[in-house]
């Protein structure tokens, strides 16, 4: 069964750091890519960026590209999300998904639960 | 950035009722890289429908997605209660592989 598993929920303050996990079991994690999907409260989904964990070819929507860093630890079968300062802008529930075949018939199929990001002072 | 515009915002329907919802593209979509999530609240969003119009894994018959170039289609035949939702189109066509901003489907 695959399954994509994330971390639980994080409070944090404007400045501080943060990193969240999806971690992977079911299928084969370096052959599919892994997708992060940001959804601010009320609002629809945002395409943030992507990651091939066999060799960590990243790719960033140009909205998200130096604003986030997307990693990934295939010894752990985990991909990572991750900022350095995070704003009270970040706050949202980041989902991981996994993408399907990107260059034949792309689609998301499995996601993870999210992960609700607070950030306030 | 291709731009995907869902119409309408909300439709009110009755469940038994057939619904179509509305994804137009800002530039033209290869088919096979179109597709459709359905999230229901507090959820992670569903796929729905890949390629333009091939259901995935589980997916009733009631679902059909239809359409070409710029404008694609995603149809519910015969509404039942647990279709009530909010209900995406994604697009593969060209990075940033950008989502509609979605249509609400509430219950009339």
């Known amino acids: 069964e695959v399954q994509l598993v994330q971390s639980g929920a994080e409070v944090k303050k404007p400045g501080e750091s943060l990193k969240i996990s999806c971690k992977v079991s079911g299928y084969s994690f370096t052959t599919y890519w892994i997708a992060w999907v940001r959804q601010m409260s009320g609002k629809g989904l945002e395409f943030m960026g992507i990651?091939?964990?066999?060799?960590?070819?990243?790719r960033y929507s140009p909205s998200f590209q130096g604003q986030v860093t997307i990693s990934a630890d295939k010894s752990i079968r985990t991909a990572y999300l991750q900022w350095s300062r995070l704003k009270a802008s970040d706050s949202a529930v980041y989902y991981c998904?996994?993408?399907?075949?990107?260059?034949?018939?792309?689609?998301?199929?499995?996601w993870g639960l999210g992960t609700l990001v607070t950030v306030s002072s | 950035e291709i731009v995907l515009t869902q119409s309408p915002g909300t439709l009110s329907l009755s469940p038994g009722e057939r619904a179509t919802l509305s994804c137009r593209a800002s530039q033209s979509v290869s088919s096979g890289f179109l597709v459709w999530y359905q999230q229901k609240p507090g959820q992670a969003p569903r796929l729905l429908i890949y390629g333009a119009s091939s259901r995935a894994t589980g997916i009733p018959d009631r679902f059909r997605g239809s359409g070409s170039g710029t404008d694609f289609i995603l149809t519910i035949s015969r509404l039942e209660p647990e279709d009530f939702a909010v209900y995406y189109c994604q697009q593969y066509g060209r990075s940033p592989y950008t989502f509609g901003q979605g249509t609400k489907l509430e219950i009339k």
């Open positions: 998904a996994r993408l399907t075949d990107i260059a034949v018939v792309p689609a998301l199929d499995y």
């Open positions: 990651i091939y964990p066999a060799d960590s070819d990243t």
